[in-house]
Nanobody, 122 residues
Framework: VQLQASGGGLVQPGGSLRLSCAAS????????MGWFRQAPGKEREFVAA????????SYINSVKGRFAISRDNAKNTVSLQMNSLKPEDTAVYYC????????????????WGKGTLVTVSS
């Protein structure tokens, strides 16, 4: 499956952005979907994940209550709504598709898209 993330940009602290990831090449619904991010000089980290049906989600603690992951299996898309953005949210954001179960472990995700840059700055 090919993944293409979009929606990044420059936003002021406290602002919002919505990232989208479009999947193509294979049926989308069997995949667990995740969002990861890599800040400058840091390792890539888990942000959020959603199971196949969209009924279960998982988030890193630092984004709970601010970010929301969702998916539309009919449109082969997964989204990440990011509210109350902070400068520490600045990173390249990647979407990924996994074949097993919802997980924060990057090794569980077999397919990765190119990232989209989110910059939170005044």
């Amino acid at each position: 499956v090919q993944l293409q993330a979009s929606g990044g940009g420059l936003v002021q602290p406290g602002g919002s952005l919505r990232l989208s990831c479009a999947a193509s090449g294979r049926t989308f619904s069997p995949f667990v979907m995740g969002w990861f991010r890599q800040a400058p000089g840091k390792e890539r980290e888990f942000v959020a994940a959603i199971n196949r049906s969209g009924g279960r989600t998982s988030y890193i603690n630092s984004v709970k209550g601010r970010f929301a992951i969702s998916r539309d299996n009919a449109k082969n898309t997964v989204s990440l709504q990011m509210n109350s953005l902070k400068p520490e949210d600045t990173a390249v954001y990647y979407c990924a598709a996994g074949v097993n179960f919802i997980s924060s472990n990057q090794d569980e995700y077999a397919y990765w898209g190119k990232g989209t840059l989110v910059t939170v700055s005044s």
